[in-house]
Nanobody
Framework: QVQLVESGGGLVQAGGSLRLSCAAS????????MGWFRQAPGKEREFVAR????????YYADSVKGRFTISRDNAKNTVYLQMNSLKPEDTAVYYC?????????????????WGQGTQVTVSS
């Protein structure tokens, strides 16, 4: 079992930046591909970014490509999401999640463990 705890959310003006962190418990962190998802009010949870076990491969949703960067520090069991040039449409609860599979998977139902989420609000 893996427990995930997100942090770093908050209120920021459009054009600003935030860095989210997701700390994982357990000794099997490198067994998992890690992903970030987000869910805005009244909308379905959507894929944001994904990073493979050792950080050598990343993948982004088109809506955040060039603005967000996912990274991980396996020594700290932590995955990050650096968010720059934030827009009001980025407002959502952001979740990190684990995927035990190594193929490219973008659906929330493919991810095994989830954190509780952290709120990101971008004002215009």
């Amino acid at each position: 079992q893996v427990q995930l705890v997100e942090s770093g959310g908050g209120l920021v003006q459009a054009g600003g930046s935030l860095r989210l962190s997701c700390a994982a418990s357990g000794r099997t962190f490198t067994s998992y591909t890690m992903g970030w998802f987000r869910q805005a009010p009244g909308k379905e949870r959507e894929f944001v970014a994904r990073i493979n076990r050792y950080g050598g491969s990343t993948y982004y949703a088109d809506s955040v490509k060039g603005r967000f960067t996912i990274s991980r520090d396996n020594a700290k069991n932590t995955v990050y999401l650096q968010m720059n040039s934030l827009k009001p449409e980025d407002t959502a609860v952001y979740y990190c999640a684990t995927d035990p599979d190594y193929t490219l998977r973008l659906r929330p139902q493919d991810y095994a463990y989830w954190g509780q989420g952290t709120q990101v609000t971008v004002s215009s």
